[in-house]
């Protein structure tokens, strides 16, 4: 005997928990900017804002507080990336200050518009994976 046909978001695609994903995978997809359950729905509305629900399998986003986890990976990555390579352009050939100014601060401001995007994507996929979505969020938002 079976119940009303279930309709809506998610009524194809398997409904699977956080165990089941792989976390290897659910880093692809939140590199991909998709849902790290289904690997489907777009994880992002606009540039950085998270969908409050999966359009594909119907997953909330609401127990989901990344915080600044994502933009914290990006200063440390991209400070080592870039104060290594000032430092190798100047031992190698000693350029003038406004040339360092011109190609550091572009490539602080180009880096992080490229990597944060796929950080807080990898962040809120890992948070799915380690930490059930199901739970509300605790008090203090943390
Ligand atoms: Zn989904």
Known sequence: MSGPSPSGPGTDVPQTGAGDVTVTGVIFRGLRGRCPRCGRGA???????????????????????????????????????????????????????????????PAVLGGALLLLRPAKGVTVALQYRFRSTEEPPRPGGI
């Open 43 to 105: 994880l992002f509305d606009g540039y950085l804002r998270i969908v409050d629900r999966c359009s594909a399998c119907g997953l909330g986003f609401g127990g989901h507080d990344v915080g600044d986890g994502a933009i914290v990976f990006v200063i440390f990555v991209l400070g080592f990336a870039v104060v290594g390579a000032a430092l190798a352009v100047e031992l190698a050939y000693q350029p003038p200050l406004w040339l360092h100014a011109a190609l550091w601060g």
